[in-house]
Structure formats: structure tokens, C-alpha cells
Nanobody, 124 residues
Framework: QVQLVESGGGLVQAGGSLRLSCAAS????????MGWFRQAPGKEREFVAA????????YYADSVKDRFTISRDNAKNTVYLQMNSLKPEDTAVYYC?????????????????WGQGTQVTVSS
């Protein structure tokens, strides 16, 4: 089992920034990839970014590339999502998730453990 706890969401104006954190505990050695997904009301859960624990390779959705940065702190078993130049369309519940695969997937069904989610609201 892997437990994930997200934090850092909130309300911000368009153009502002937020940093989300995802702290992992438990059998984290099985979590080779950490991903961030988001889900807005009435929409499907969509991929945002992912990072490979070893090596640190990163992957982004086109909609957030050059605005969001995913990073990790191996010593703290924590993954971060720095979100800059936020737009109203970034409003959603953001989830972190883990995958045992060796390479990231953009499909939420490939991720095994999920956090409870943190709300991000961007006002115009």
C-alpha cells in the first residue's frame, strides 16, 4: 500500500502561482512514476504531469507545458507541482497518483494509488 497526501491548493487570481505537494508513504519503492492529474466538474480526469522517481525524467500535457513544473525530493518522498501563469481553465481538483510502470502513462487507469485531491480555483 502507498499513501498519498496532497496539499497546497487554494484560490488564486489568473496569472498567479501555486505549488502543490504530494507526500508519499508506505511501500513507495513500488512507485516508479508519480503523476498529477486534474478533474474539473463534468469533465474526465486528465493527465497534467509525471516524473520518474529515479532519473527525474518529466512529462507534461501540452496545456500546461512551459507553465507547470513537476519535481521531486527523494529524501522526503515528496513530489511537487509548481503552477505559474494560472488560467481559469486550470480550475479543477488536482490528484497525485503512483504507477509501478517504468515509464509514465498519460492514462489515469494505469495509476494504482491516488491521493484525496486538492482544489485549485483560478478566478478571472
Amino acid at each position: 500500500q502507498v499513501q498519498l497526501v496532497e496539499s497546497g491548493g487554494g484560490l488564486v487570481q489568473a496569472g498567479g502561482s501555486l505549488r502543490l505537494s504530494c507526500a508519499a508513504s508506505g511501500r513507495t519503492f513500488s512507485s516508479r512514476v508519480m503523476g498529477w492529474f486534474r478533474q474539473a466538474p463534468g469533465k474526465e480526469r486528465e493527465f497534467v504531469a509525471a516524473i520518474v522517481w529515479s532519473g527525474g525524467n518529466t512529462y507534461y500535457a501540452d496545456s500546461v507545458k512551459d507553465r507547470f513544473t513537476i519535481s521531486r525530493d527523494n529524501a522526503k518522498n515528496t513530489v511537487y507541482l509548481q503552477m505559474n501563469s494560472l488560467k481559469p481553465e486550470d480550475t479543477a481538483v488536482y490528484y497525485c497518483a503512483t504507477s509501478p510502470a517504468y515509464s509514465p502513462s498519460y492514462y489515469y487507469g494505469d495509476y494504482v494509488y491516488w491521493g484525496q485531491g486538492t482544489q485549485v480555483t483560478v478566478s478571472s
